[in-house]
């Protein structure tokens, strides 16, 4: 294998909440690291000697990879941001399908590729997109790694606010339904840089958790109430929320765009809401925790605590917050 040192890494996504560890983890071991991002002052590290910012709007110009350099390795953290079909087709699938090409005309050594464990029961217009682009990626005939993470400690830190503001923990159903092995965007930076190494991860779709036991909503509630000392409220709601509310759009979102995306995110929300992040076990029909590959050492509970510590770093959901 050649050293870190001498290879030249393009990471897509650079300025995202994985691609920033990503780029962290690159640097820490030596890589020559190309980040795209929109605007110089979005990316940190930018005094280390082995970064290289790309200022570009990916996907603005047809040909907007001629402003690339020759590199080694692609790793792609893209991803869109809403999930919405239109925002899935353009990120997930054409953006990604831009970076192939420039792949295969370059002769690239190997495309990494962050995807999502939720694609192996597909539902959703961003599982779709990104689907049609592992397959497309899988054919090309180039070296690939297909990642695909459990949920993100970011993902399950919508209700942190809540609990510290003593408001009641919002589960659906029992809270038990669904369950995931978080990982951390560290660990998982450091399994995304370890496939440029391992040759067991190349060529193949690679689910991947965080450190077990798998956690509930129910988990997650009492871990909050016991480290912001609060006293336990939990809310049940019915996922049928979620049906009544498709039921009532769904006629309007032939004659509107806006309401077509609205339609999606309740999808989505019912889709989380109903399915684990786990492997997905097809011949069993069922998710499978001890079936799930599990890397790294950081733990949710230690997340929340630092949240309780540093609550300015208490994560801004933004568009992707259920619960306020």
Known sequence: MVSGSKKKVLVAG???????????????????VFAIVRKENQ??????????????????NSDWTKQLPKIDIIISCLASRSGC??????VDYSLNSDLLYFALKIKLQHFILLSA??????????QRAKLRFNSKLMASGLRYSIVLPTAFFKSLSGQVNRIKNGKSFLVFGNGKRTS??????IDLAKYIVNCIESEESWNKSLPVGGPGPAVTPLDQAKMLFEIFDK???????????????????FPV??????IKDKLELIKIGKYYAEESMLFYDADADAYDASKTPQFGENLLYDYYCSLRDEPEKIPDMGSQKLFS
């Open 85 to 90: 079909e239109h925002d899935a087709n353009f």
């Open 117 to 126: 464990i939720c694609i192996q029961k597909p539902k959703l217009a961003f």
């Open 253 to 258: 979102s032939f004659f509107s765009q806006k």
């Open 180 to 185: 995931s092995l978080p990982i951390s965007e």
């Open 14 to 32: 650079a300025t995202g909440y994985i691609g920033k560890a990503v780029v962290a983890e690159l640097l820490d071991r030596d890589y020559i």
């Open 231 to 249: 006293p336990k409220k939990i809310k049940h709601i019915s996922p049928r929320f979620f049906d009544f509310a498709l039921i009532l759009l």
């Open 43 to 60: 990316l940190e590290y930018s005094d280390q000697c082995n970064l290289n910012v790309i200022s570009l709007e990916m996907g603005k």
